[in-house]
C-alpha cells in the first residue's frame, strides 16, 4: 500500500529489527527528491535541545530529547523545502549517527517509534555509532531523504 513516503516493502521471512521500519521503500518517479543534511538538535539560539549544563561546567545529555527535537527540526526542513507540501512522512531513507549505540540506542528507538509507529509506513534506515560529532553536546545526528509528489 502506498503511502507519502512510497511502498515499504517487508520481507516475509526477515527479521523483525528492534525498531520499525520496513526493509526498503519504493517510490514514483514523479516526486521531487530532498536531500536532508545532518540535523541535530540545535535551536535557533545556538542552544542544544536534551543537553543541560551543570554547575560544573559539565554537560547532562539526553539522547531521547535530542532525538524528538531533531526529527522536530527535519520536519521543519522538509515543510520548509517543499512549502508545506512535505514532513516526516515523505521521508524514505535515513542514516541516523550515534555517538554511543550501546547507550544511546534505545532511547533514540523509542523517539523514532513515536513518530513511525507503524514498520510499513516507516522510512528505510541505518543507524551508526561514530567517533564524534560536530559538538560535544550531540548524541545523535540524522541525515535523510524525503520524496513529494509534484
Not at 500500500?1 to 516493502?9: H, L, R, Y
Not at 554537560?59 to 516526516?88: F, H, P, S, W
Not at 553536546?137 to 509528489?149: D, F, T
Request: aromatic share 6%.
Amino acid at each position: 500500500m502506498a503511502t507519502p513516503n512510497g511502498t515499504s516493502f517487508i520481507l516475509e521471512s526477515g527479521a523483525q529489527g528492534l525498531a520499525n521500519y520496513p526493509h526498503a521503500r519504493t517510490i514514483a518517479s514523479t516526486t521531487k527528491t530532498i536531500f536532508v543534511s545532518g540535523i541535530s538538535s540545535r535551536r535557533a539560539d545556538g542552544t542544544f535541545e536534551g543537553c543541560e549544563t551543570k554547575s560544573d561546567g559539565t554537560y547532562e545529555l539526553d539522547c531521547g530529547a535530542q532525538t524528538a527535537a531533531v526529527l522536530r527540526n527535519i520536519e521543519t526542513v522538509i515543510r520548509g523545502a517543499t512549502k508545506g507540501m512535505g514532513g516526516l512522512e515523505n521521508v524514505v531513507d535515513a542514516t541516523v549517527f550515534l555517538m554511543d549505540i550501546r547507550r544511546d540506542y534505545a532511547a533514540m528507538n523509542a523517539e523514532w517509534n513515536k513518530i513511525w509507529p507503524d514498520r510499513s509506513k516507516a522510512p528505510a534506515r541505518t543507524c551508526v555509532q561514530v567517533a564524534a560529532l560536530p559538538n560535544e553536546k550531540i548524541l545523535v545526528e540524522i541525515k535523510c531523504q524525503a520524496v513529494v509528489s509534484e
